[in-house]
């Protein structure tokens, strides 16, 4: 038996290396990609009247001065702080309720409908109404950042659990393990990869939060930088912070998939990633 | 101690089929008793209730009426006097082949040095202790399998529960499973119930073959075959298996109300 699976393990390995080699590195075609873009925003870039449009070079450029002046980091730093309290308070919070709501039918007809509509809340229409609870400073940031990310991860990791296979649940029951550690033990594990679907998905709904939040409550931050640029039409300048947060989004995105191969390697090992 | 009863166990369904409720009686007064360290096959066409009727034994179904006992104790809900061996094993993915085994025997409250040598102890009755850091998709299918016979063995249950514990099983791996089982029956003296579909299994393993027909005993029927039943193989080769199973196959496909 035991050399069956080893066998089968072999050939598995002997197929998933033999494509491997001939086939072009992922990071190769993403650079290529992007240096294929900044090319041709380079030359088409150019002829856009500098008020309207930039490229690469100028932002580059404009970059290195907020580098040196210091501009950029004070201003990341503003950023960074409301930022990661209220996404990590929304997957602090969101995680346990999805999975509360997702697994007893009680919290799923109570409160699931709150989560719904939750995620379809025009937060920037609410943005005013936050300023008068909870002022003009760090707060009001922080809370709109987590009601924007809160609703994606409380939704996926919901969904997850509904999704997990009901046998897995009743090999729970069937040893008399309580609720509470069916829910830990089976439920949360077997719902990992949504949760992570969830927490990614909800990096981007912070970052625009985040500069929602700097826009229209004390202009501060990364948010800042952007309005006082625009508003000296300095298009160039405008663009660096907004490079800087996609840039910060897609390193939290890869920082997310390195958490999640830590804490969920089984997932990667059975979900086969084998595309043409 | 391993016996159990059905006592008139009765369940009904209901099911919206195309907007209208139908209701399907499974189990329709079943009553069959298992000794202590016997083995008790159940098998019949798919939709007789045999799974309900482990189901029901297991706790993980209730019954409408009537009841199961377990030594004299009524079922209500799952109990550690039961262990349930699924189909598909239905190990954690997440834990490896003893971590899987150790779960059952945290449910019943061991802990510490306790816990880890009775998890090693079952998994090496089951021969995989070689394989115990492995995660079930690094295990073939018979060795999830063993790894789910010895998470229900471990927390020693009076009766062990098998739900078609080896159909998803290519041919040979069934057969060295099948006797595998025997060995551990023979070494434990568990009484086993267990469903199936494939009649060879059923004459091969038990003791007694209860067949089941749309949600009623059809049948209780005795294996002339003695124990130890030594290599399987050759016990294929008797006259008694033989006539057993083609008794058994007359009853299933001697049915004038079921159009095919």
């Known amino acids: 038996m035991a050399d069956i699976a080893d066998t089968q393990n072999k050939t598995a390995a002997a197929e998933a290396e033999t494509p491997e080699r001939r086939q072009t590195p992922r990071w190769i075609i993403t650079l290529a990609s992007v240096a294929c873009l900044l090319i041709f925003w380079e030359i088409f870039g150019r002829d856009v009247n500098p008020v309207f449009g930039s490229y690469p070079s100028a932002i580059a450029v404009a970059f290195w001065e907020l580098v040196v002046t210091g501009q950029l980091w004070s201003a990341l730093f503003e950023s960074l702080q409301p930022f990661f309290a209220g996404y990590l308070l929304a997957i602090v919070v969101g995680i346990p309720v999805g999975l509360v709501i997702g697994r007893f039918r009680t919290a799923e007809a109570a409160l699931g409908i709150y989560i719904t509509a939750g995620y379809a809340m025009p937060l920037v229409a609410l943005v005013p109404l936050l300023i008068l609870w909870l002022g003009l400073g760090f707060k009001v940031k922080v809370a709109v950042v987590f009601l924007m990310a809160l609703f994606p991860i409380c939704i996926n990791t919901w969904l997850g659990v509904t999704a997990v296979p009901k046998t897995l649940i009743e090999v729970g029951k069937s040893f008399v393990a309580p609720d509470f550690v069916i829910l830990r033990r089976i439920v949360l594990p077997a719902t990992l990869p949504y949760i992570m679907a969830g927490v990614r998905l909800a990096v981007g709904r912070a970052v625009v939060a985040m500069v929602i939040a700097e826009f229209f409550t004390t202009i501060s931050g990364l948010g800042a930088v952007i309005i006082n640029s625009a508003n000296n039409f300095d298009t160039a300048t405008m663009f660096v912070p907004i490079i800087v947060l996609m840039v910060m989004a897609i390193g939290l995105n890869s920082l997310i998939g390195f958490v999640e191969r830590k804490v969920a390697p089984w997932q990667a090992e059975i979900a086969g990633r084998d595309r043409e | ?260």
């Open chain 2, 1 to 260: 101690m391993g016996e159990v009863s059905f006592h008139d166990v009765s369940k009904r369904f209901a099911l919206r089929m195309d907007g209208e409720l139908h209701h399907v009686q499974a189990l329709d007064r079943v009553s069959f008793k298992v000794a202590d360290g016997e083995i008790v096959a159940l098998i019949g066409p798919s939709g007789c209730g045999k799974t309900t009727a482990l189901r029901v034994a297991m706790g993980l179904d209730a019954s409408t009426a009537g009841r199961v006992t377990v030594d004299g104790r009524e079922v209500k809900g799952c109990g550690h006097d039961r262990g349930m061996v699924f189909q598909h094993a239905e190990l954690l993915p997440w834990l490896n082949a003893l971590q899987n085994v150790m779960f059952g025997l945290e449910m019943k409250g061991l802990r510490g040095g306790e816990l880890r040598d009775t998890a090693e102890k079952y998994l090496a009755l089951v021969g995989l202790s070689e394989s115990k850091n492995r995660r079930p998709h690094q295990l073939s299918g018979g060795m999830k399998q063993r790894v789910g016979i010895a998470r229900a063995l471990a927390i020693d249950p009076s009766v062990l529960l098998m739900d078609e514990p080896f159909g998803a099983l290519d041919a040979q791996t069934r057969e060295s499973l099948q006797a595998e089982l025997l060995d551990v029956h023979a070494r434990t003296k568990k009484t086993i119930l267990f469903v199936t579909h494939d009649l060879d299994e059923a004459v091969l393993l038990a003791d007694r073959i209860v067949v089941m027909k749309h949600g009623r005993v059809h049948d209780i029927m005795e294996v002339p075959l003695k124990r130890p039943r030594g290599d399987l193989g050759i016990v294929r080769g008797t006259p008694e298996f033989a006539e057993t199973r083609y008794k058994i196959w007359r009853e299933l496909h001697d049915d004038t109300t079921v159009v095919h």
